[in-house]
């Protein structure tokens, strides 16, 4: 049986000697737990009691490591915080070294929720505890050191959901720290904010991670978070505005027609239809009904055509369905001659076909538009 194309393997029995060291790395670890909770138990949250949680998280020669241990970790944070009252001086080397401790873990588990939650709480405490220059330092190069893994790995959501959080604060640094105490780049035109420049960088970084992974679902969600905030930002015109949602949708767009079977594609697309029916005040784009008929006739037309050379592909049925439907809820939309009634009963025939799995989901459908 294979998960995500990996082929698992049989075990091979141990050997007599392979079990015994199996079971001493066992018993050095339980060992190794049991002296934990018994010195947090006893309130001694000492500097030993933090070298025994190093140990249980990283490992040692005798045992096994397991950083997947959270009371572990939390145990570790009540050390911490006891030596960060009794030392207040060397508040700033240990969270630097907090932070290195943990590095070799992240890079080797880079999927594991306690060390990102841990690394997220020491991070809170340089806020806490430090002078907001020195705060600050902190979360840039934390922000550096979230774009090295994501260099690793382009698509986990923990270091995207990670940099959202570094992002954020390094906003509120940018509205607060004064020039001499900031360590952000210099800003090429004045009139443009620290916390704007900031934004922008990270506009064109997902770009960048989008255009070189265009399966990376993790980089379309940041840019879908940023372009409001940029906006806003940019004291954007209508007109503005207007060209960002055309130049963001021609981005997509083109994307899609280059890898139609990509479903992180799709899912942005249809986020950009869901912009493009906003009529809330809190849109980020303000159109017309017959803006949005057109922008509508316009999509549904060049998805068409790329049915010329995949029609096996349901995500373009899906997609040109979905259109369908949120083109007729526009006010004055019809049919007309952007399609029939013969090429919705087409597309659902060909969805039922390519997924059969989903036919419940496809006679709804079918129920909904009165195709039966």
Known sequence: M?????????????SEEDRKKVISKIEAYKKLEKQIFQAVQSQNLSEETLGLTSKLLKGTPECD???????????????????FEVDVASIHGRLKNELGFQLPLLKRYPKCYWLWNHRRWILAQTIKRLPQAQAHQFWQEELALDS??????????????YRRRI?????N???????ENTSQK??????????HQLLEDEFAYTKKMASGSLSNFSAWHQRAKLIPKI????????????ALFDAELGYIREAVLADPWNQSLWFYHDYMITVLMDESGDAWVNLTNQDREEYMRNEITEIKEVLDDTDDCKWIY????????????????????????????????KLETIDPLRKGRWHDWRARLKLE
Request: proline share 3%.
């Open 65 to 83: 490591g397991n950083p997947e241990y959270y009371t572990v970790w939390n145990h570790r944070r009540r050390v911490l915080i006891k030596l």
């Open 318 to 349: 899906q997609g040109l369905l979905s259109l369908m439907e949120a083109y007729l809820k526009v006010d004055g939309g019809n049919q007309g001659s952007v399609f029939t009634t013969k090429d919705l009963r087409n597309w659902l025939s």
């Open 173 to 179: 640094f940018s509205r607060h720290l004064c020039d």
């Open 231 to 242: 906006l806003q930002l940019r004291v954007a015109s209508k007109d503005q505005r207007a």
């Open 167 to 171: 992002i954020e604060q390094l906003q």
């Open 186 to 195: 210099p800003v090429s035109n004045s009139s443009i904010s620290r916390e």
């Open 2 to 14: 294979a998960s995500h194309d990996v082929l698992r393997t049989s075990r091979r029995p141990l």
């Open 148 to 161: 090295m893994m994501l260099t690793r790995d382009n698509r986990n959501f923990h270091g995207w959901n």
